[in-house]
């Protein structure tokens, strides 16, 4: 049967190896930061920053679930987390009685605001600027095959991107 299995490579295993580390430790650095400087999760960050770029700061939970590659009990469980310290409020969906809405408030929005200058310095320091700009065009371009196949249905929106 491990005839049949095609091995890594030593280039191929040890770049597997990187990637698998850096998959390991980014998530933490990231949440270190937010949590020292603006006291949330790397997570609640990430719903914030997406209700704070969709249109009237408001989506509808199915689709911040899908932005945030969620499912909708964490998204929920996260949500009232955030709703209790004034950062988000839900509320029904006009047009659909089924679904509900979560909507940034002012107090989310200017988190956000205060929030975001530490988050990207801590994704430059860690990964932008260690990169060439050659290097950021490679990556993006690896990132995006490795999506590719991990997002089959492309639900997420990093697939969506505009190019430069």
């Given at each position: 049967m491990t005839d049949d299995v095609r091995w890594l490579s030593p280039r191929e295993l040890r770049t597997w190896m990187r990637l698998q580390a850096v998959s390991e430790l980014l998530p933490g650095v990231l949440d270190a930061q937010l949590q020292r400087d603006a006291q949330l999760t790397h997570f609640e960050y990430l719903v914030l920053a997406m209700l704070s770029e969709a249109q009237d700061h408001t989506l509808r939970m199915t689709d911040l679930a899908l932005k945030t590659n969620a499912t909708l009990p964490r998204l929920s469980h996260v949500v009232k987390r955030l709703e209790g310290r004034g950062y988000v409020e839900r509320t029904p969906c006009p047009e659909d009685r089924r679904a509900t809405l979560a909507v940034l408030?002012?107090?989310?929005?200017?988190?956000?605001?205060?929030?975001?200058?530490?988050?990207?310095?801590?994704?430059?320091?860690?990964?932008?600027?260690?990169?060439?700009?050659?290097q950021v065009e490679q990556l993006d371009g690896i990132a995006r095959a490795i999506l590719e196949s991990l997002d089959t249905e492309g639900r997420l929106d990093a697939l969506h991107l505009p190019e430069d």
């Open positions: 408030t002012d107090a989310g929005w200017d988190k956000v605001v205060a929030t975001a200058p530490g988050h990207v310095g801590t994704v430059r320091e860690h990964i932008i600027d260690r990169l060439t700009p050659e």
